[in-house]
């Protein structure tokens, strides 16, 4: 066992060790990074809101979420519920945003026609549950307008991240306008996809961990900022708890330099240190994540029994969902009942999630992660009209340049900034890993960030690789292949009017069509 051990530390101390003794380099931006944070600004608001009004009707990810304001103003348990666990994986902040959005915008929900389904009708994944024909006022363009504002920070904080980790300007703006250019991104942003909620607060961590991670550690202000890391992924997972993997990130990070703390030995003090860090960093994430839960679940109090008897749970699911729902009821909050909310939440959900998996919410025609990296396929369209399409459908560039980056980023080692792409390069593996031993009818918008990770280590390979002379002009011939992709693609994102001819010239893999 002592030789296993020794070997251990010994290829640990000359293989992975070397890149990880670089110094902490703490970054301040200045007024040049101000400035370019204001034009990237400016142009992610620009094509995220451009032909906003495109199509004048709700699709399909738009009407999810307008059931979901107008159950959560009736204050619904079983109805917000049964809408909310389709999409398994999405967590309540993405409802809690979304609620609060419609009761200060007065969003008026009163002339929504509901389909609802009976138990044995299975409704298409496209396809509206409501009239469309009653909802002629123009309130769904409120529901667009909120994505895009979460959507149009995501290639700002993606900026902002890599200057923290102390990558060249250029490289960073590159990364930054790449993304602009995705329109995928641009599609997930507009309409009403918690995604753009998740893209957000999934980036935003990144900015805390890589401002983190360029501290000189062990002092107050990196305890500090410890917290915000951990506090700020917590927000993230109480969107979708794919964002756990960010965790990860952390413990791959401080795994190492405690290794190195500890003077490359795993001994009995090495363990209780990680275990400790490990305890640090979860606790404020997973507090985070129950809090909004608790919050989340506190709105919904009213039970009518039509609504328990349309959620169609079985008898013992029914009996969990009843428990559950006694628990939140704000006259109800004691000690013992919050402990009771505690045990119970984790089997309602696993017992939904099960239960909605049985009524096939997921559409076997979605690509899967195995056709996500180079675009192989695409999901359904989210709205067909006549000559109009909008599907999610990204820059065909961009995800080449994403995956290259990646590949780069990982073994291109022969520079002292290599340690600091660790960052982006861990993250996008532990997120795309996640899902591609999970289930093979994933939408392509799960792809999001480990794309935005993956873009990030293309600006840093090319920062590596290349001098300062030459970084200059790859970003200009990069941008503007970037760009390229954004006009061919972007009127399939946007529902702009095409003929036959032109769609068909846009959609040119044969799994595309």
């Not at 009004?53 to 159950?71: G, L, S």
């Not at 700002?156 to 990364?175: E, G, K």
Request: proline share 4%.
């Amino acid at each position: 066992m002592n030789l296993v051990v020794k070997k251990l530390e010994h290829f640990f101390a000359f293989t992975v060790v070397p890149y990880f003794r670089d110094k902490p380099s703490p970054v301040s931006l200045n007024y040049f990074d101000l400035s370019t944070i204001l034009i990237l600004l400016f142009l992610s608001f620009f094509t995220r809101f451009w032909l906003i009004f495109n199509p004048q009707e709700p699709v399909a990810y738009e009407i999810n979420y307008m059931n979901k304001v107008f159950f959560s103003q009736k204050n619904d348990f079983y109805q917000e519920l049964n809408d909310f666990y389709p999409e398994k994986r999405h967590h309540p902040l993405s409802s809690l945003i979304i609620a609060l959005f419609g009761a200060l915008s007065d969003f008026n929900v009163s002339n929504i026609y509901f389909h609802v389904p009976n138990s044995d009708e299975k409704v298409p994944q496209n396809q509206s549950n409501f009239e469309n024909d009653n909802f002629i006022d123009g309130n769904y363009i409120s529901f667009r307008v909120l994505m895009c504002l979460f959507s149009s920070f995501v290639p700002t904080l993606l900026y902002i991240a890599m200057r923290f980790a102390s990558f060249n300007r250029i490289a960073s703006f590159m990364s930054a306008t790449m993304l602009i250019f995705d329109t995928s991104l641009i599609c997930d942003g507009r309409f009403a996809n918690p995604n753009s909620f998740f893209s957000f607060f999934s980036t935003l961590s990144l900015c805390f961990m890589t401002h983190w991670f360029s501290l000189f550690r062990n002092n107050q202000k990196w305890k500090k900022h410890m917290l915000f890391t951990s506090l700020s992924i917590g927000f993230a997972v109480s969107v979708k708890t794919t964002a756990y993997s960010l965790l990860f990130v952390l413990f791959f990070h401080e795994i190492i330099y405690l290794f190195i703390e500890f003077d490359c030995k795993l001994n009995k003090a090495f363990f209780k240190a990680t275990l400790k860090r490990f305890t640090i960093l979860t606790i404020p994430t997973i507090v985070v994540h129950i809090s909004i839960w608790i919050l989340y679940l506190s709105f919904l109090q009213n039970s009518q029994e039509l609504n328990k008897n349309w959620y169609n749970f079985h008898s013992k699911e029914a009996q969990t969902a009843d428990k559950l729902h006694n628990s939140i009821k704000i006259s109800n909050l004691s000690p013992f009942n919050t402990f009771r909310l505690l045990l119970s939440l984790p089997s309602f959900v696993r017992k939904a999630t099960h239960e909605n998996k049985l009524m096939d919410n997921h559409s076997p025609s979605f690509p899967g992660p195995s056709n996500w990296i180079f675009m192989r396929k695409l999901d359904p369209a989210l709205w067909e009209g006549t000559l109009r399409h909008i599907i999610f459908i990204g820059n065909f560039f961009v995800y080449i340049f994403a995956a290259c980056g990646v590949f780069l980023a990982i073994f291109y080692t022969r520079n002292r900034k290599y340690f600091r792409s660790a960052t982006f390069v861990v993250t996008y593996l532990f997120t795309y890993l996640s899902f591609l031993f999970g289930e093979d009818d994933e939408p392509a918008s799960n792809y999001l960030l480990p794309l935005i990770c993956g873009v990030a280590c293309f600006g840093i390979s090319m920062d590596m690789m290349l001098n300062s002379y030459v970084k200059g002009f790859i970003m200009v011939v990069y941008v503007s292949i970037a760009y390229l992709g954004y006009v061919e693609w972007s009127p399939i994102v946007f529902g702009e009017e095409l003929s036959f001819y032109q769609f068909e010239k846009r959609m040119w893999r044969d799994g595309w069509s």
